[in-house]
């Protein structure tokens, strides 16, 4: 017989009990299951009620952001066998509102998001017979860093300001706008700069750091807040400075 | 049914942040102590402005100035400022590379030499000023 685990599950059902209890479900231990393939054994065969978010199963959905013992953590990239002995103690995720058990309502960063538009921006529409924006790859190395984001949320669930400041942009956000940004391509960083070198913008991040340690894809989003600070801050000493030159 | 609960406006559960939030986890401990050491920061600044002023108001003010900073309380908290002075010093350096991206001849200097450039700057001033002082 397999050994066997503990997992302690964040139950919220919010017909019935005001507030979250905790749950425990003993599960097979298999050296090649992840904390998710553990859930999906306590749905499949020991309780169908259980609620939480999946898809892919190999870390490019950005689905299943849970806490995972204490940590936000994709449960498809997290081993049971990396707990043993157990128990191992699953929450949503910190800093969200939760809707049911395991599951949390992610329109603060849907609205968030779109604010720093993350889209190639263009001075003038070029047509399609202009040919193709080449890039070399020192440029595409420029950037690719930050466009590995897959909105798993595990920074904002990291951060602590996103749970102290509601209007904070947060961490994915500010490194996806650096995404274009840096995008040889994007014409938009002055349009960014608006919403980025605000309060609730980059100046906002007090650098926990917490944000880069969480992050599964090594997406660096707190070094893209520094390096956007220090554009910032140069920016505005280069109006104050030169206040004809043009934007 | 709970009545505070219909099918179409779910109540979400929202937890408030903890006011000791900060207690329970190592790296937002060592964030806090390195946001709580600017005032250490700051009072170093205080003191050397007031040395400065003591010294630009000639002798006596200035042994005035000696006889305060040799008072038992006056030497620990400039022993307690010294600590969180080096504790910020070392956080902030250990930082500095993930800000601080160069390029040179096009290619990306490494952590360790932006880093290993800063302790490199933090020692030669600091040799400078106990050459000016002691020297």
Known sequence: MADQ??????????????????????IPLHE??????????????????????????????????MTVNGDP????????????????????LRNFPVIRDLVVEIGDFMR???KVKPWLIRAE???????????????????KQYSMCINCMLCYSACPIVGLEEGFLGPAAIALAQRYNL??????????????????GVWGCTFVGECTTAC?????????IQRYKLTAAAESLRSFLLPWRPA | MNARYTEFHPRWHRPRMPVFWWAGRRS????????????????????????????SQGGTQYQQFLNLSSNPWMLALNVIALAFLVFHAITWFNLAPQAMVVHLRGRRVPRSAITGAHYAGWALLSALAAWLILG
């Open chain 1, 73 to 92: 953590r994709l449960t498809c990239a997290t081993f049971l066998t990396d707990y043993r002995p157990g128990p191992i103690r699953i929450e949503p």
């Open chain 1, 32 to 65: 090649e299951w992840a904390v998710l393939d553990g859930l999906n054994h306590v749905k499949d065969h020991l309780d169908g009620t259980l609620s939480y978010r999946w898809s892919c199963r190999m870390g490019i959905c950005g689905s299943c952001g």
């Open chain 1, 112 to 114: 968030k998001l779109p």
């Open chain 1, 216 to 224: 599964p894809k090594d997406v660096d989003p707190a070094g893209a």
């Open chain 1, 5 to 26: 685990i503990i997992l302690q599950v964040t139950r919220y059902r919010p017909e019935r009990e005001p507030e979250p209890t905790t749950q425990e479900y003993e």
């Open chain 1, 125 to 143: 529409d070029a047509a399609a017979t202009d040919g193709e924006l080449l890039q070399t790859p020192a440029d595409l190395d420029e950037y």
């Open chain 2, 28 to 55: 937002y401990l060592i964030f806090v102590i390195r946001e709580l050491s600017s005032v250490f920061v700051a009072w170093s600044v205080v003191f050397l402005l007031l040395l400065v002023h003591a010294v």
């Open chain 1, 183 to 200: 995008d040889s391509r994007d014409q938009g960083a002055h349009e960014r700069m608006d919403v980025l070198s605000t309060a609730d």
